[in-house]
């Protein structure tokens, strides 16, 4: 039995199989489905949980080589999100992009966690470095 670190054993399974320079999706709730795309849901009520707790259980683990997010989320949220979400990703290529593109290149990632977070536009692609 797992004492520490992430315990779902879907999650696990899908951070097995993630290679390098592949990618893996943290989504919002309101994300849309890709029907091709693993996908784990992980979501309870509102904000339970959200993206960044996730990806810090994440990187515990995992080597972020580069993240993308949709450039929307810059001007949809206030100030201090925006910093939150930069610290968390310090020291991680970080580029935004417009949504339509961001959402291009969903179908190509290993998977997907959706989470319930309500932060507009807070989903991350991450690639494995």
Not at 30 to 52: A, H, K, M, Q, Y
Not at 79 to 89: D, I, Q, S
Request: glycine share 4%.
């Amino acid at each position: 039995m797992l004492k520490s670190g992430i315990l779902n054993p879907q999650i696990n399974s899908l951070l097995c199989r993630v290679r390098h320079t592949n990618t893996l999706v943290i989504a919002d709730r309101g994300f849309p489905n890709w029907p091709t795309v693993e996908t784990i849901d992980i979501s309870l009520v509102d904000d339970v949980p959200r993206v960044l707790e996730v990806l810090h259980a994440i990187r515990q683990n995992f080597v972020v080589g580069k993240v993308w997010m949709a450039a929307e989320f810059l001007t949809s949220n206030s100030p201090a999100t925006v910093g939150e979400f930069a610290a968390a990703l310090e020291g991680i290529s970080l580029a935004h992009q417009p949504h339509p593109q961001f959402k291009l290149r969903v179908p190509q990632a290993i998977g997907l966690i959706r989470t319930a977070d309500t932060v507009p536009y807070a989903n991350l692609i991450l690639e494995s470095a």
